[in-house]
């Protein structure tokens, strides 16, 4: 499949934020990504790929998604926000913070079920 020059500059932006986010060594494995039409109610799906006795993750990403399910990911992420907000929430350094990631696994579970 061909990409358009819209997908090339997005998939550029992507690759440069996974090249960040694994830099550290903390995956097991090298992490390459794919950009592809999948069925519109899915995001992407990451999986572990062996090619050539080498393995690597490989995360596929959704260039069809529906307007539905990118609204769904949109309010889990939000719902994370309202869950964890304090009265005090402006002096809070980091709202992306682990105490987020456990209100927006608690809505990823609720959403998992409808
Ligand atoms: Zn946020």
Do not use: C
């Amino acid at each position: 499949m061909k990409l358009s020059e819209e997908e090339k500059r997005i998939g550029k932006m992507l690759r440069g934020i996974i090249n960040q986010a694994t830099s550290d060594g903390q995956p097991l494995y090298p992490t390459k990504l794919r950009l592809k039409k999948m069925h519109e109610m899915t995001l992407g799906e990451v999986g572990i790929v062996e090619h050539k006795g080498k393995k690597y993750f490989e995360i596929v990403l959704n260039t069809q998604p529906s307007l539905e399910m990118t609204m769904i990911h949109a309010l889990t992420h939000e719902l994370g926000h309202v869950r964890q907000w304090r009265l005090d929430e402006l002096s809070r350094d980091n709202n992306h913070d682990a105490e987020f990631g456990i209100h927006f696994a608690h809505v990823m579970r609720i959403v998992g079920e409808n």
